[in-house]
Antibody
């Protein structure tokens, strides 16, 4: 059974940092591109970032470029999102997902507030 | 950046009726790299359609996708009670892999 379990969310002050993790199991993690998608409370889905299967190619939404870094450890079957210089508008549930697939995690809530 | 526009914003229909949802792109989506997702309150998005017209595993055949270039459509042939939800299109043709703002299908 495919499982994606996000962790690392929480309350952080503006300007602070958080690192999200997504532990994958039930499939060959190292073979798949992975994405982060976020959803602010009551709002729509917003694509955040993508990484290729071996971690050598990444891309970002303009709103997070230069502040967020996506990475992966295929030995640990884990995807990461390092988030720096956080802003109130980054408040959202963050989902990890296998690229264009039915496999999404349940999400982790990030709240940026003083 | 490819901007996706979905219409209508809200579609009010009764069970058994046909739903037609539109997704228009600001520039051509190459190779029909267009997906549709369904999301219900408190739930994770569910992939319905990929490649503009291919149903994902386990998706009922009342859901169908069509279109190419800049105009795409999701059709639900006969609405079931469990189909009332928000529907998003997403292009994965070029980065950033943008989502549309969503269409809410609610009960009339």
């Amino acid at each position: 059974e495919v499982q994606l379990v996000e962790s690392g969310g929480g309350l952080v002050q503006p300007g602070g940092s958080l690192r999200l993790s997504c532990a994958a199991s039930g499939f060959t993690f190292s073979s798949y591109w992975m994405h982060w998608v976020r959803q602010a409370p009551g709002k729509g889905l917003v694509w955040v970032s993508r990484i290729n299967s071996d971690g050598t190619t990444t891309s970002y939404a303009d709103s997070v470029k230069g502040r967020f870094t996506i990475s992966r450890d295929n030995a640990k079957n884990t995807l990461y999102l390092q988030m720096n210089s956080l802003r109130a508008e980054d408040t959202a549930v963050y989902y990890c997902a296998v690229a264009t697939s039915a496999y999404w995690g349940q999400g982790t809530l990030v709240t940026v507030s003083s | 950046e490819i901007v996706l526009t979905q219409s209508p914003g809200t579609l009010s229909l009764s069970p058994g009726e046909r739903a037609t949802l539109s997704c228009r792109a600001s520039q051509s989506v190459s190779s029909s790299y267009l997906a549709w997702y369904q999301q219900k309150p408190g739930q994770t998005p569910r992939l319905l359609i990929y490649g503009a017209s291919s149903r994902a595993t386990g998706i009922p055949d009342r859901f169908s996708g069509s279109g190419s270039g800049t105009d795409f459509t999701l059709t639900i042939s006969r609405l079931e009670p469990e189909d009332f939800a928000v529907y998003y299109c997403q292009q994965y043709s070029s980065s950033p892999f943008t989502f549309g703002p969503g269409t809410k299908v609610d009960v009339k």
